[in-house]
């Protein structure tokens, strides 16, 4: 049987981060007014807000050296979306030096918060590895697992390139559900192929035409005319990596 392939999406760019960001400062920001009454003398939220809000506007300027300042400081007040995104200052180097050690530290943070994304970037890193921060598959896979578990797509598609059977088959089909196009070619190839569960001819087109639909140009070149033999699988073109 044809083993799908998968790739890893990451957060990477500016338009992603402050995608993440906008999601912070609302759900901090409504924590702040509605527990302020009677919490002004321990209320940490407010703070962890401005400092997201503040490095939101360094970030948009590009002063990414303030940016990883504040988001440092949301993290340090126990903001774990301060902490992702800290992370990904951290590991891509802007606003100083690369710090994958720093970086590991920011995703664990998170992650061990129930931080979907943070878990996500977590596994990520520890599948790869980096300077100061050695591989780790099976603590990666169990990272994948918890940002899959939280509702992170990206990580649950992730994780279905870790695993095999059906275990790779329910965690391509929680990634499609969320309408990410290239694990719904997988989960799709993987209906198709009978590989992880009962072989589903009406679902792999399914998942193959949604992948299309999403902007999967290589699942719309794959044509399923007749279920496959043992031997047999489609050959598409390879998933990008």
């Excluded at 340090?76 to 590991?91: E, F, K, S, Y």
């Excluded at 596994?123 to 980096?130: K, N, S, T």
């Excluded at 598959?137 to 992170?152: E, N, V």
Aim: hydrophobic share 35%; net charge positive; glycine share 14%.
């Amino acid at each position: 049987m044809l083993m799908p392939a998968s790739t890893h999406t990451q957060y990477s760019g500016r338009g992603p981060i402050l995608s993440l960001l906008t999601g912070a400062v609302l759900a901090v920001s409504l924590l702040a007014v509605a527990t302020a009454p009677a919490q002004a003398a321990t209320n940490t939220a407010a703070p962890a807000a401005d400092a997201i809000a503040a490095g939101t506007t360094a970030y948009r300027a590009k002063d990414f050296t303030a940016a990883r300042g504040h988001f440092q400081r949301a993290c340090d007040g126990g903001n774990v979306q301060g902490c992702t995104v800290v992370g990904i200052l951290l590991r891509d180097g802007y606003g100083g030096p690369a710090d994958p050690v720093g970086a590991h530290s920011a995703f664990r943070k998170a992650c061990d918060a129930n931080s979907a994304p943070g878990c996500r970037h977590l596994g990520f890193m520890l599948r790869y590895g980096a300077k100061g921060v050695p591989a780790d598959l099976g603590g990666s896979r169990a990272a994948y697992r918890k940002g899959c578990d939280g509702g992170d797509g990206l990580a649950c598609g992730s994780l279905g390139g870790m695993l095999s059977g059906t275990e790779a088959r329910e965690a391509y089909r929680k990634a499609c559900d969320q309408n990410l196009p290239v694990w719904c070619k997988d989960y799709g190839l993987m209906l198709w192929n009978g590989e992880g569960g009962p072989q589903d001819s009406t679902g792999a087109q399914a998942a193959l035409t949604k992948a299309c639909s999403l902007g999967e140009r290589s699942a719309c070149n794959i044509r399923l005319t007749a279920p496959p033999s043992p031997l047999q699988s489609p050959s598409p073109s390879p998933s990008p990596r």
